[in-house]
């Protein structure tokens, strides 16, 4: 599908001005410079009752000018207003449901299965790519064959001040992932070949947050990642984003993949501060012997009163009982 253009679009809401309300990317010729057919983009929305952004977010997909896109948008069964928002986009979206599901993996996961195309990506529905952003991307990915992933940089937009942090990646291999911390990059600002979704996908649906970051991990391993040197995206963070409102969850989780991709290391690095600031609330039995390591306790037994962390914490005994025994024999 051809991106429509502004005047194609429902009229934006009053007092709604700039982009992508009343500003367009320009159409990109029908081919690319060299004369070949540009690649198709897959993009895929996730959503649950976020009618507050999600018109925000399908604007800056269609307006991106781009001659060829698929477009899905796969909501959870939302009870606020998103469903009449998506229905009037509706003639410009390759696919939409509304319907109750498992989560945010899950719904990118049955979004990607009905796709085709050759580059893709997920835009969560309080974010919103930049203007020519796709065309960007298309043009790097035409230049590098051999490259499976490319993360550009992305403006923070921070609901409660003006201020606009920069993120911008920083090393892209394995090596560099696993320590998440102190690399990582904005999910939406990423894109990857078709060949690297199908080889390593698809998102793991128990984990809540990091899911996306267990798909960098193993893609990096088979995969070359590249950086884009262009601000590609624009993630709103507003108190109720999950990886604001569920810090702690999202540092569980990423100590958990720490653990499962063999850098225990990592994992009690950023495990055990958790851990440790559950001690006030679920102390250990008096007189219980406490070796180097386990903090890991507390840990667990503060996931255990959170109904939402029940498969996160069978994932976390999981892999500390594989981890146990590095544990019980620290360097």
Not at 113 to 136: A, E, M, Q, T, V
Not at 224 to 245: D, E, G, N, Q, W
Not at 273 to 292: F, N, Q, T, W
């Amino acid at each position: 599908m051809r991106c429509p253009t502004l005047l194609e679009l429902p009229q934006p809401p009053a007092g709604r001005t700039g982009w992508p309300w009343t500003e367009e990317t320009p159409q990109a010729p029908p081919t690319m410079p060299d004369g070949q057919t540009w690649p198709r983009f897959c993009i895929v929305t996730p959503s649950l009752n976020q009618g507050e952004f999600i018109e925000e977010t399908i604007r800056s997909v269609l307006l991106q000018g781009c001659p060829n896109l698929e477009y899905i948008v796969i909501d959870g069964g939302s009870t606020d207003n998103s469903v009449e928002i998506i229905k009037n986009y509706e003639p410009w979206l390759t696919h939409w449901v509304s319907e109750p599901d498992r989560g945010q993996a899950y719904a990118i996961n049955k979004g990607f299965r009905k796709s085709s195309g050759d580059i893709l990506g997920w835009l969560n529905s309080d974010d919103r790519f930049l203007p020519g952003s796709l065309i960007k991307v298309a043009t790097v990915v035409h230049e590098h064959p051999s490259v499976g992933a490319f993360v550009g940089g992305a403006y923070h937009r921070l609901s409660w001040t003006r201020d606009i942090p920069e993120c911008r990646p920083k090393g892209l291999s394995f090596d560099d992932l696993i320590d998440w911390p102190s690399s990582h990059f904005c999910q939406p600002s990423c894109f990857f070949r078709r060949s690297a979704w199908e080889s390593c996908g698809p998102l793991d649906e128990d984990l809540y947050i990091a899911f996306d970051l267990d798909l960098w991990l193993m893609m990096s391993q088979r995969y070359r990642f590249m950086p884009i040197a262009v601000v590609l995206s624009s993630p709103l963070a507003h108190p109720h984003a999950k990886t604001r409102a569920r810090t702690f969850l999202m540092n569980v989780e990423t100590g958990i993949l720490q653990m499962r991709y063999g850098r225990q290391d990592l994992a009690l690095k950023t495990l055990i501060p958790l851990a440790d600031k559950c001690d006030a609330l679920y102390p250990l039995p008096s007189g219980l012997y406490v070796e180097r390591y386990s903090q890991l306790y507390h840990l667990l037994m503060w996931l255990k009163h959170i109904p939402i962390f029940g498969s996160l914490l069978k994932l976390l005994a999981k892999a500390w009982r594989e981890r146990s025994a590095s544990f019980a024999n620290p360097a």
